[in-house]
């Protein structure tokens, strides 16, 4: 069964054909959201078209299935309470992809202080969980390439995961990570070269 | 496409004069864009998976999730208001226990000593004579706690002895230059 999504206009009342997901773009989604009628309606569509997006990328960051879970309850229940004052100075995705990066960083950065460990526990807890994890159905060479991946410096991990495995243009990731494009493509290039290190030493 | 490659063959040989003793597969080259794409997208494969409707069940999980949250967040947030005005408070109320309790000691320590006319007045009405360096000496051996206004004697031997004795007061207050 469609649902009808209904304009109102000063004087006019207008009708709009149903969109499916794919045909709704961010701004109309946003617009909707904004509108107290259509706010759960439009939020649930935005969850349904970005969370295997942002599912992904906070599973390279963390690894456990169950740790992204979290982290994406908490990104789309922090979009749902910012999104009224959302700027659209960016993508409604290069929004969300920001708010994914900082709820995984966030993750990582608790479980540090919490124990009062050093960064390299927690590479050495992302290695154990790549290892022990039920949901890894890579081969050999999958498993040393995600080892020598988490063994990478925390921004060089992040730059390799989206320039290599999501494919993402420099200057969005310039925009995601508030940095410079001159540094991301540096960040990037070490992390290949140690990668390349890791895998050629074995 | 294959006229193509036959062409490009053509190709090689005049312009190297020699054939290649290769052959190739059939159909090589029409299958190979999609070979190499099929390659390509294993190698940034994430060897990763999901539980069996992970996806389908999730904004239902998180719908209830923010429902939970919204019906206890009230307490939370009214907390969060308040929390300046409450940590306002406890610190002003530290505040006046500390300075009326310290107010408290000082002035229970200031009622404790008797002023010059009370003692005056207590040695006029017990005290005829006396020996006022037996006194002295007794108070200070004995460790003697005298209530003079409230007649509150610790000890009955040190009055009974006092009583015996004449004792000019005057010249004790000006002598030990009490307050």
């Known amino acids: 069964m469609h649902q009808i999504n209904v304009k109102e206009a000063p004087g006019i009342l207008t009708v709009q054909k149903p969109e499916t997901l794919t045909e709704l773009s961010d701004k109309e989604l946003v617009r909707q959201f904004n509108v107290e009628n259509s706010r759960n309606n439009a939020f649930t569509l935005i969850v349904k078209k970005y969370q295997e997006k942002l599912y992904w990328h906070i599973r390279k960051i963390l690894i456990s299935h169950d740790d992204t879970d979290d982290a994406l309850q908490n990104t789309f229940i922090k979009a749902f309470e910012a999104l009224d004052s959302f700027r659209e100075d960016s993508s409604l995705y290069t929004w969300l992809y920001r708010i994914a990066t900082n709820e995984s960083l966030t993750l990582l950065k608790k479980r540090r202080t919490k124990y009062y460990v050093p960064m390299s526990y927690v590479q050495s807890h992302l290695e154990n969980t790549l290892m022990s994890d039920p949901h890894f159905n890579g081969d050999e060479a999958q498993m040393k390439l995600q080892q020598a991946i988490i063994k990478l410096p925390e921004k060089q991990r992040l730059v390799f995961n989206m320039k290599y495995f999501d494919e993402m243009k420099y200057d969005d990731m310039a925009e995601i990570l508030n940095t410079s494009v001159g540094s991301l493509k540096a960040s990037y290039h070490h992390a290949v070269k140690k990668i390349e290190q890791m895998l050629n030493g074995d | ?179």
């Open chain 2, 1 to 179: 496409m294959l006229m193509n490659q036959q062409e490009n063959n053509n190709n090689i040989i005049g312009k190297s004069g020699k054939k290649l003793p290769f052959t190739l597969p059939e159909g090589y080259f029409n299958q190979f864009p999609e070979r190499l794409q099929r390659r390509m997208q294993k190698e940034k494969q994430l060897p990763f998976t999901v539980p069996e409707g992970y996806f389908n069940e999730f904004s239902g999980r998180l719908k209830n999730r923010m429902q939970k949250e919204e019906s206890t967040s009230w307490i939370g947030r009214t907390y969060q208001l308040i929390r300046p005005q409450l940590a306002m408070a406890a610190i002003i109320i530290g505040f006046i226990a500390i300075s009326y309790t310290g107010i408290r000691i000082i002035l229970n320590d200031r009622l404790a000593e008797p002023t010059i006319t009370e003692i005056a007045d207590v040695l006029d009405t017990y005290l005829y004579e006396m020996d006022d360096d037996l006194l002295i000496s007794t108070i200070v051996e004995e460790e003697i706690e005298v209530d003079w206004i409230n007649g509150g004697y610790k000890s009955d031997e040190i009055m009974d002895y006092l009583m015996e004795e004449e004792l000019d007061y005057t010249n004790i207050i000006n002598e030990y230059n009490i307050y």
